[in-house]
């Protein structure tokens, strides 16, 4: 099958104009811009550890695949926490995020598993995944909710209250005028458009105190309520405030606000139980929900009919160490992972996005090995072009 299907043959910047769902477009479009495909599974177990290994890795990668519930000390703040940190990182170095969930369980929980609950998935993360044993329904339950996510976004409103003390220059003795406190971004030019509503109000508390005469005193604070939205034209999301976060990758615009999602249709593991049938309902269910799924997580391409043209992201990659034959067999972990080589999976069985982790993570300079596995599947990805 991944011999015969046009898309095997096909460069990834012809495949971007062909391409339904527009992440995916995006995706063949950076491949093709950064000479990459490769995924980093950031498997690691902190927070700290996660950001600066996707700072020195993204690069050489064009997804950054996660499991956020193996991080500790992952800060679940919309506006400056590990998502938002990831998500600027992901445009300063031209990556995509996949949070690996594998959902799969009845619509309605998944719906609210994907949008709601601390971590808000679908807020930071540009893909994630799903298994669909509980039936063909749940995805488009998450279809669904990712429509009206996208549809919400512009009526969403941010607020924060922050509470001072001022010191006597900041303010004289008359009312604060409302209109001095109103400021408004240029949207045009920021692509951003920040509101500050209920301006500040003197609030004179007396307390039981009194000054160096005797003289009983009050103390004057200041509120301040803070509401932001973001217009429908912004991708932009989770984002931070600091220094540098507005950085993108040169030669490529943001990602489109659109999520996607990879159905779970083969895996890696020894005596996995997904049978072909389930596979074949993985492949009907991407078909009936193209604007929702971009392709799959699989171990060859699963392209057949002469429409298709979904992305497929393989795991169990992994290189023999330098200096040797990196044509030659790769052991599994002892844990049920088998390992195959960029050359086998893309050459051969026509994936177009291989998933490292250990072989990079665990290497003694993780950023040149990701570089060599960068290499090697782009090399094979040529070689399949013919």
Not at 37 to 64: E, F, H, M, Q
Not at 72 to 80: H, K, L, R, V
Not at 121 to 136: E, Q, Y
């Amino acid at each position: 099958m991944a011999s015969r299907h046009p898309t095997i043959t096909q460069p990834f910047a012809e495949r971007a104009k062909t391409a339904t769902h527009p992440l995916t477009r995006y995706l063949f479009r950076l491949m093709d811009l950064k000479a990459s495909n490769l995924c980093l599974s950031a498997d690691v177990t902190t927070a700290r550890d996660l950001l600066s290994l996707a700072d020195k890795v993204g690069p050489s990668i064009v997804v950054l695949k996660t499991h956020y519930d193996l991080i500790s000390g992952w800060d679940y703040n919309p506006q400056t926490g590990t998502g938002a940190k990831l998500a600027a990182l992901a445009r300063k170095h031209g990556f995509l995020i996949f949070e690996d969930r594998k959902f799969v369980d009845i619509g309605k929980t998944v719906q609210m598993q994907y949008t709601a609950g601390t971590a808000r998935i679908i807020d930071w993360a540009h893909i994630t995944n799903a298994n669909i044993d509980a039936g063909k329904d749940m995805v488009r339950a998450m279809a669904e909710a990712a429509a009206k996510w996208k549809e919400r976004i512009p009526y969403e409103v941010k607020t924060s209250v922050t509470v001072g003390t001022p010191v006597s220059d900041q303010f004289d003795d008359e009312d604060v005028d409302p209109a001095a406190d109103r400021v408004q971004g240029d949207s045009t030019q920021q692509q951003r458009l920040d509101v500050t509503s209920a301006p500040q109000r003197l609030e004179p508390r007396e307390q039981d105190s009194r000054d160096v005469d005797g003289r009983k005193g009050s103390i004057v604070s200041i509120t301040t309520v803070t509401q932001s939205f973001e217009p429908a034209d912004s991708p932009r999301l989770s984002k931070t405030h600091d220094q540098g976060d507005d950085t993108v990758f040169p030669g490529i615009e943001e990602p489109p606000m659109d999520r996607g999602l990879l159905l779970l249709a083969q895996m890696s593991s020894k005596g996995c139980l997904m049978t072909p049938d389930y596979t074949r309902a993985c492949v009907e269910a991407a078909r009936e929900h193209p604007n929702f799924v971009m392709g799959f997580v699989a171990q060859e391409s699963l392209n057949s009919a002469p429409e298709d043209n979904f992305i497929h992201m393989t795991p169990g990659c992994k290189l023999p160490p330098p200096g040797e034959d990196e044509n030659g067999e790769v052991p599994g972990d002892g844990l049920g992972q088998q390992y195959n080589t960029p050359a086998k999976l893309v050459g051969l069985c026509g994936t177009d996005i291989v998933i490292v982790g250990r072989g990079i993570i665990q290497a003694g300079d993780p950023p040149s090995e990701a570089e060599r596995y960068r290499r090697r599947a782009w090399k094979a990805y040529l070689a399949r072009l013919g």
